[in-house]
Each structure stands twice: as structure tokens, then as C-alpha cells.
């Protein structure tokens, strides 16, 4: 699947969007922008806010954000997004995007991979 400017557009500006909901600790804000498999794993914005809360502190309350170059993983269509985490710690994170049949972009899971350096 091709991205088009307009497609990475609209990808960062969801993923800086539900980024922005979970620092006001708005969990329906939050939720809005999982995909309808995520949404459905978690059930309610409160237990997905949990989950985001204890499993990712790196999304939860970045330091920074820095968003990379669009790739595809295993025909996945990912933005991957360096952050530095709370305590200083820097992560990748790698937001699996899903376009849904109305041609909106969802978050379709994120996995936090280490990044080699040294704490700030």
C-alpha cells in the first residue's frame, strides 16, 4: 500500500492528537483513535488508559516526541515515533496505522523498542 503526503499527514496528526488526549488524561479522547480491533480488545477508554498507563509511561508522559519516516513492517504501514520517557529513557515506538473503509486512519497497536544510548 502506497502513503501519500496527505496519508502521513493525517497519521502524525492522529498519532499527536491521541498523544495530546492522554497528557489531559482524556481516555475517550485517547480511545477515539485505536482502531475498532483495539477498541474492542479493551472494551472502554478507562481500561485502555489503564493499559497505557502501566504498559507504555513512554507514551503516557514523553519528555519529547520526534516523528520518523513512514515505512511499512510486515505489510504493516507504521510511523515510527522516537520518544524519551519519563525518567529520561529514549524509546521507538512503532504505531501499526489501519485505514479504515472510510479512508481514516486509526492506531492499530504500538510496540515500544528500545534505542540504544544513554540517559539524558
Not at 29 to 50: C, K, R, V, W, Y
Not at 84 to 96: C, I, K
Amino acid at each position: 500500500m502506497e502513503v501519500t503526503d496527505n496519508d502521513a499527514i493525517a497519521i502524525r496528526s492522529l498519532i499527536e492528537h491521541q498523544l495530546a488526549a492522554l497528557k489531559k488524561d482524556d481516555a475517550e479522547g485517547a480511545f477515539a483513535f485505536a482502531s475498532p480491533g483495539i477498541q474492542a480488545q479493551f472494551g472502554t477508554p478507562e481500561n485502555f488508559m489503564q493499559m497505557v498507563k502501566i504498559s507504555y509511561p513512554a507514551v503516557y508522559r514523553p519528555r519529547s516526541v520526534f516523528f520518523e519516516k513512514i515505512t511499512a513492517i510486515q505489510g504493516n504501514i507504521t510511523q515510527p515515533v522516537l520518544l524519551l520517557s519519563p525518567d529520561g529513557v529514549p524509546f521507538r515506538a512503532l504505531y501499526f496505522m489501519e485505514k479504515q473503509p472510510d479512508n481514516a486512519w486509526r492506531i492499530n497497536g504500538c510496540f515500544l523498542v528500545s534505542v540504544e544510548g544513554i540517559e539524558i
